[in-house]
């Protein structure tokens, strides 16, 4: 079978022809790859020569957003059988600390775990995987045909889980109770900035829009762009990023409640620091892949923390649960927003054709490899 990814012996990205896996515990599920997603950290993989390659392996295949269908499954699987339309997660324990052993890799203590397309097991820029039925989560009906997206969404669902969880610390918020962030109703009376809108900022946005949370946006594209249009779409609101100071970002939106990053851009991000609302959140999902330095007034932003008991964190990964609620969210999204999940893929490649999708696509949002090319079921 045809599979993409990096090699320790040859430069940029190749190709392999691979032999189909096989079944080999009673857990495992042979599963039929019908997409995988291209992202920023595929990207910077290549771009760097980053070659996490597993122990005794020549090869790394990349790819860890896909969606696939199951093909067979091993005489002691449970909860997913032939047929069944599934989203593995990315991530494999180290299966030593706290975090790992209670269903929470995404949170590794050690550092010790391994990522399907990232770091020292091959992922899904191919035909066919094995893998445990635990690392496989069942689509929803009616979600097929965008169910790639499901780990970026739970980028997005991980991030948002953190904030909820540390601001459940504000009960009274707002004179209503019934909008605390540990409750349904979790985003009303409140305003969002996204910085960013990629992939990562598209469903942070989504999942701040669903829950009804005013939400603003800044870009560094111009209004036109295909991916500002998409955001729109879900009533989030544009704020061009160039040449935007803090006092003209408050002047615009006030001052949010949450800021969530997705632009890697650290002197952005970090300039926008001190426009937080009181008892704010600021959640960094973009990771900077350069060097930067930053000149900024440290005392203003300390000061402004303390005194508006503010907090900073930074989020990655995600676990199965995040992946089961990014698929629910997602039913909902479709939902409310005119099914605009369908319309944030713009661009499909065949897997033979991996470097035009690796080429830069201007006006892009979301670039797949359909490598089941016959599956139109999907
Ligand atoms: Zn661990
Ligand atoms: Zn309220």
Redo the contacts with the bound molecule.
Sequence with gaps: MFAVGLARKQEGLVDFELKKPEIKGPKDVLVRVLQAGIDGTDRDMIQRGQKDIGEGEDFIVLGHEAVGRVEEVGRGVRNVKPGDIVVPTVRRGCGQCASCLDKGSDMCSTGLYKERGIHKLHGYFTEYFVDEEQYLVVVPPGLEEVAVLAEPMSIAEKAMGQVRHIQARLPW????PE?SFDRPGWG??KKALVIGAGPIGFFGAALLRLADMVTYFIEIVPETALKVRRMQEMEAQYIDGRGITPESLVKRMGNPDIVFEASGASELALGLLPVGARNGAFVFTGIPRGQSQVCMDGDLLLRQMVRLNQIIIGSINSNRRHFEAALQNMVEIDKRFDNVLHRVITHSFALKDYRDAFAPIPDSLKVIFQVDEGAQAI
Excluded: L, R
Aim: charged fraction near 0%; proline fraction near 0%.
């Design positions: 918020g707002c004179f209503h909008h009303a009376c």
